[in-house]
C-alpha cells in the first residue's frame, strides 16, 4: 500500500508560522500535481494550495499571501510555508499526490492555531 509521509503539523500561536512536507515513494510515478487540503472540525474538506508539475500553482483565496507551496521533483516532495497563521487555519491537513494512474491522500497531519 502506498503511504505518503507527512510530517510538520503542531500547535502554533496567531501570527506564528509552520512548514508542512509531504514526501512520496519513488513508486509513484508520472506525478501531475501535488497539494494540501484541510479539514475543519463540522466543515468539508478543502483544497488549500496545488502545484503542478510545470510549477504553476493555485491558492485558495483564505491563504493566499500567507502560504507558499514549493515541490522537490527529484525527491517527490511537496512543502506547505504557512506563514501569519491564524485560528481559522486550524484544522487537518492533507497531502494529495495525483499522478497519471491514481490519486493517493496522506494520513493528515494536525495544524492548530491559538489565538
Known amino acids: 500500500q502506498v503511504q505518503l509521509v507527512e510530517s510538520g503539523g503542531g500547535l502554533v500561536q496567531a501570527g506564528g508560522s509552520l512548514r508542512l512536507s509531504c514526501a512520496a515513494p519513488?513508486?509513484?510515478?508520472?506525478?501531475?500535481?501535488m497539494g494540501w487540503y484541510r479539514q475543519a472540525p463540522g466543515k468539508q474538506r478543502e483544497l488549500v494550495a496545488k502545484?503542478?508539475?510545470?510549477?504553476?500553482?493555485n491558492y485558495a483565496d483564505s491563504v493566499k499571501g500567507r502560504f507558499t507551496i514549493s515541490r522537490d521533483n527529484a525527491k517527490n516532495t511537496v512543502y506547505l510555508q504557512m506563514k501569519s497563521l491564524k485560528p481559522e487555519d486550524t484544522a487537518v491537513y492533507y497531502c494529495?499526490?495525483?499522478?497519471?494512474?491514481?490519486?493517493?491522500w496522506g494520513q493528515g497531519t494536525q495544524v492548530t492555531v491559538s489565538s
Open positions: 519513488e513508486s509513484i510515478f508520472s506525478i501531475n500535481a
Open positions: 502545484i503542478i508539475r510545470d510549477g504553476s500553482t
Open positions: 494529495r499526490v495525483e499522478s497519471f494512474f491514481n490519486n493517493y
